[in-house]
């Protein structure tokens, strides 16, 4: 009997051991450094100061970019249908959203932090 109770902690405490080293390992995988973490930020606040500017909660984020000198390059469909979604470009930086594309040849060609699925599973 008293060998039986043993056994039966042992693999409790086993089982408990690797729950917990499990969970700090796959803490490890979801660690985002300091940077990335600044970008998503900032695609974040972007993408929801566009959808605030068009007063349309109905957007499909095709694209999100950011860009080093920390500009939003946002592709996305607004419109209630699917199938009547406009196609809209903007770019967000510092805090002003614009749709010119003057402003996007300014900003978003180049190199960027592609933050497209992050923002998609945030709205």
């Not at 770019?91 to 900003?107: M, P």
């Amino acid at each position: 009997m008293e060998n039986r109770r043993s056994y039966e902690f042992s693999r409790v405490a086993l089982g408990f051991f690797a729950s917990s080293l499990a969970l700090l390992v796959l803490a490890g995988f979801t660690r985002v450094d300091e940077p990335t973490r600044q970008r998503l930020d900032l695609a974040y606040n972007s993408a929801a100061s566009l959808k605030h500017s068009l007063g349309s909660p109905a957007l499909e984020y095709e694209a999100v970019h950011i860009t080093d000198a920390g500009a939003a390059c946002i592709t996305c469909h607004a419109g209630q249908d699917a199938a009547r979604a406009t196609k809209a470009q903007a770019v967000v930086h510092a805090g002003r959203v614009s749709g010119s594309k003057d402003d996007w040849d300014r900003h978003c060609l180049g190199l960027a932090f592609d933050a497209t699925r992050a923002v998609d599973q945030f709205f």
